[in-house]
Nanobody, 126 residues
Framework: QVQLVESGGGLVQPGGSLRLSCVAS????????LGWFRQAPGKEREGVAC????????LYADSVKGRFSISKDAVKNTMYLQMDSLEPEDTAVYYC???????????????????WGQGTQVTVSS
């Protein structure tokens, strides 16, 4: 049974940093597609970052390019999202996800992904 458990969220001031972790069980990260998504109140869930299946390319939403970094540790079976230069607009519940495919140019479409964590709250505020 695939399980994903996020941690690392919290309250941070604008300009600060957080690192989110997502521990996977029931499968090995291996060549699976891995993604981070977020959902702010009243908004749809949106893709933030992705590691593609197969060639493990890193893809990012324009809003976080240069500030966020996605990575994985196969030994720990854990994926990460390093978030720097955080802005109030980054406030949301963050979810990790996995699937056998990252769905090419549509990786940011949350409805395509099969397996999800429970989410962790990130609040950026002074």
């Amino acid at each position: 049974q695939v399980q994903l458990v996020e941690s690392g969220g919290g309250l941070v001031q604008p300009g600060g940093s957080l690192r989110l972790s997502c521990v996977a069980s029931g499968f090995t990260l291996g060549s699976n597609a891995l993604g981070w998504f977020r959902q702010a109140p009243g908004k749809e869930r949106e893709g933030v970052a992705c590691i593609t299946d197969g060639d493990s390319r890193r893809l990012y939403a324009d809003s976080v390019k240069g500030r966020f970094s996605i990575s994985k540790d196969a030994v720990k079976n854990t994926m990460y999202l390093q978030m720097d230069s955080l802005e109030p607009e980054d406030t949301a519940v963050y979810y990790c996800a996995t699937d056998v495919s990252s769905y090419g140019d549509h990786w940011y479409v949350s409805g395509l992904w099969s397996y999800w964590g429970q989410g962790t709250q990130v609040t950026v505020s002074s």
